[in-house]
């Protein structure tokens, strides 16, 4: 087994790096794989979530905070490589940091949820120049933006787009959106899919979030 290695990353703060690692990682734990999700963040979001579980449902993947290693942690993610098949970091909200360009250095796959808003999108920027200094020495990289928090049924502004191409990175094609199952889920330590029949809508995005990450990992055509 060697693990393949999925860094959610973004400098701004609350754009979603910390529900699209717990939520992926659940989904691909659900689904029967082996995961592991790495908190790099020093605010401990993920393991909180993690520790919220119920004792009779406990959250589907293993989290271990290894925030303290700071630039080498691409170092620890690697010796426990071999014990997972997934692993995913939960980053910390700065680009500049020791913590998120080590997790770039150990990924193979970069997911960086950017709420679209102009505000928000100027705020994340400063990952593009991550991503690119990473990539000179970790050629593996793969890298994509994962728009969030996007409101039903409204189609994109020309400025968000114009924006989006600003990151000179591919935009996924699944999207989530903003519901309140990606909240209510964290508060009891779970994933969307165990909320069941309401958390419909949630539950299908997830699961094409899901498929579209392991196609990147496998190499096909997304
Ligand atoms: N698609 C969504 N729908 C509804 N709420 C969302 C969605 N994505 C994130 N949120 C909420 O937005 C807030 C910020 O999300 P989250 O903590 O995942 O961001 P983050 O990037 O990890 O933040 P930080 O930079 O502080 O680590 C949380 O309250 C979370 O529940
Ligand atoms: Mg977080």
Same mark, same amino acid.
């Given at each position: 087994m060697k693990a393949r290695i999925v860094a959610v990353v973004n400098? *701004?703060?609350?754009?979603?790096?910390?529900?699209?690692?717990?939520?992926? %990682?659940?989904?691909?734990?659900?689904?029967?794989?082996?995961?592991?999700? =790495?908190?790099?963040?020093?605010?401990?979001?993920?393991?909180?979530?993690? %520790?919220?579980?119920?004792?009779?449902?406990?959250?589907? %993947?293993?989290?271990?905070?290894?925030?303290?290693?700071?630039? *080498?942690?691409?170092? !620890?993610? *690697? *010796?426990?490589?071999?014990?997972? !098949?997934?692993? =995913?970091i939960d980053g910390p909200p700065a680009a500049e940091s020791p913590l998120a360009e080590s997790a770039l250095l150990a990924a193979d796959l970069a997911i960086v949820p950017v709420i679209p808003s102009p505000l928000d999108l100027w705020a994340s920027i400063g990952i593009k120049a991550a991503i690119e200094r990473a990539g000179d020495i970790n050629e593996k990289l793969q890298a994509y933006l994962l728009i969030n928090q996007c409101q039903p049924n409204i189609r994109l502004a020309r400025d968000v787009m114009d924006l989006l191409g600003e990151f000179d990175l591919p935009v996924m094609r699944s999207r989530l959106h903003q519901r309140t199952a990606y909240r209510e889920s964290a508060v009891f330590g779970q994933v969307v899919a165990d909320l069941g029949h309401k958390a419909q809508a949630a539950i299908q995005e997830m699961q094409a979030l899901a498929d579209e990450v392991e196609a990147l990992l496998s190499g096909e055509e997304a």
């Open positions: 400098q *701004k703060g609350g754009a979603g790096k910390t529900t699209v690692a717990m939520q992926l %990682a659940g989904t691909l734990a659900k689904q029967g794989r082996k995961v592991l999700v =790495v908190d790099a963040d020093p605010q401990g979001t993920a393991s909180r979530w993690a %520790a919220s579980a119920q004792d009779e449902q406990p959250f589907g %993947a293993t989290v271990i905070s290894l925030a303290a290693a700071g630039g *080498k942690l691409h170092r !620890e993610v *690697k *010796k426990l490589r071999g014990d997972y !098949e997934r692993i =995913v």
